[in-house]
């Protein structure tokens, strides 16, 4: 077996070099298959009225049908769930050792009016604060 020398490649220099493979085109949008036809909305009849429920077994099971949905409260009202139980909680803390709960209903006090008529130095009368 005789040894032999590979070939050497010849090495082309490429000044900007393929990181990954080319995207795949994207398809042009085909809009000859849109219909414009508007049609009329279909209103769906109620097969049980509102806030009635319809009970029955299938299968040896009990199904339950409705079109009622229990609606999810705001986030407000979570939100002021939650503080109340906190509140509860601070409050109870505190009288389980026989201390006075602090106040956590904060009410800004009103703002005194601290410039009045009479504590104003400047008047329109005064020519003397006027002159040049």
Same mark, same amino acid.
């Given at each position: 077996?005789?040894?032999?020398?590979?070939?050497?490649?010849?090495?082309?220099?490429?000044?900007?070099?393929?990181?990954? /493979?080319?995207?795949?085109?994207?398809?042009?949008?085909? !809009?000859?298959?849109?219909? #414009?036809?508007?049609? %009329?909305?279909?209103?769906?009849?109620?097969?049980?009225? =509102?806030? $009635?429920?319809?009970? =029955? #077994?299938?299968?040896?099971? /009990?199904?339950? %049908? +409705?079109? !009622? #949905?229990? &609606? @999810?409260? +705001?986030?407000?009202?979570?939100?002021?769930?939650?503080?109340?139980?906190?509140?509860?909680? $601070? !409050?109870?803390? *505190? +009288?389980?050792?026989?201390?006075? &709960? =602090?106040? =956590?209903?904060?009410?800004?006090?009103?703002?005194?009016? *601290? @410039? +009045?008529?009479?504590?104003?130095? $400047?008047?329109? @009368?005064?020519?003397? @604060?006027?002159?040049?």
């Amino acid at each position: 077996m005789a040894y032999q020398i590979r070939q050497r490649r010849a090495h082309v220099p490429v000044e900007f070099p393929q990181l990954c /493979a080319p995207p795949a085109s994207k398809p042009s949008l085909d !809009y000859s298959k849109l219909d #414009f036809v508007d049609d %009329e909305p279909v209103i769906q009849q109620r097969k049980i009225p =509102y806030g $009635w429920v319809r009970l =029955y #077994f299938e299968n040896h099971q /009990a199904k339950m %049908e +409705t079109d !009622y #949905f229990h &609606p @999810e409260p +705001t986030l407000d009202k979570l939100a002021g769930a939650a503080i109340l139980n906190m509140k509860k909680r $601070w !409050y109870k803390f *505190y +009288t389980d050792r026989d201390l006075e &709960p =602090y106040d =956590y209903d904060y009410i800004p006090e009103e703002e005194d009016d *601290y @410039e +009045t008529a009479s504590s104003s130095s $400047w008047s329109a @009368e005064d020519p003397e @604060e006027f002159s040049d």
